[in-house]
């Protein structure tokens, strides 16, 4: 397991802040922190570190079978944690975010870490069944149903939410009067209204 790397600590070194500078210098200023939160993603996703900044009801994820130990007392951005049986770590192309996936591949637990040195920060959340379902959606990820969590039934009563909210939101731009702009809002959402309709009727059927 890589450990996480305290990125402020390590800028404090003289050394080190001459390194970073002379990388900005020879690869653009804004070089430097972008290698600085690659790694960090890559260092969290490699590890078995969580971040200590839990959102929600932490009894709410020891029911799903995390376990989380004290925060490192040499960076208490984060702690040691075991995930449930099944579950696994992936990063994504935004070097803030990764996700914890469950047996199924669901994304169930969004992740952020900014490993930057100068605004470090790390939180993690569990993802809504809504999220999960919207995702699907409006950006043709993954659906996996299941006899638990994402059920045939509250995957209908999600579908059937955001088919309102779709619904609702392109009445909303089409108070807004007449305009290219209004039009193309308005048609996105109706369309995200008919794909959420069309697999309400899939799942329902």
């Known amino acids: 397991m890589s450990e996480i790397e305290n990125t402020t600590e390590r800028l404090k070194d003289p050394t080190e802040r001459l390194l970073f500078l002379a990388e900005?210098?020879?690869?653009?200023?804004?070089a430097p922190i972008l290698r600085?939160?690659?790694?960090?993603q890559r260092q969290l996703v490699n590890?078995?570190?969580l971040p200590s900044d839990v959102?929600?009801?932490r009894a709410e994820w020891e029911a799903l079978g995390f376990t989380f130990g004290d925060p490192d007392p040499g960076d208490p951005m984060f702690m040691p944690a075991t995930l449930p049986a099944g579950w696994k770590r992936e990063g994504s192309d935004h070097a803030m975010w990764s996700y914890l996936l469950d047996e199924?591949?669901?994304?169930?637990v969004a992740i952020f870490y900014k490993a930057a040195f100068y605004d470090r920060s790390a939180f993690m959340r569990l993802n809504s069944l809504d999220s999960y379902v919207s995702n699907h959606v409006e950006y043709d990820g993954p659906l996996v149903m299941t006899d638990e969590w994402a059920t045939p039934e509250t995957v209908a009563a999600a579908l059937a939410r955001g088919h309102e909210d779709a619904l609702a939101r392109?009445?909303?731009?089409?108070g807004y009067g007449d305009s290219?702009?209004?039009?193309k809002y308005v048609r996105q959402y109706e369309e995200a209204a008919a794909k959420y309709a069309a697999l309400l009727a899939e799942?329902?059927?």
């Open 24 to 30: 900005g210098m020879g690869a653009g200023p804004s």
């Open 36 to 40: 600085q939160e690659r790694d960090g």
């Open 47 to 49: 590890s078995d570190r």
């Open 55 to 57: 959102r929600g009801d």
């Open 104 to 108: 199924h591949g669901r994304r169930r």
């Open 170 to 174: 392109a009445g909303g731009w089409r």
């Open 180 to 183: 290219d702009t209004i039009r």
């Open 203 to 205: 799942v329902t059927s």
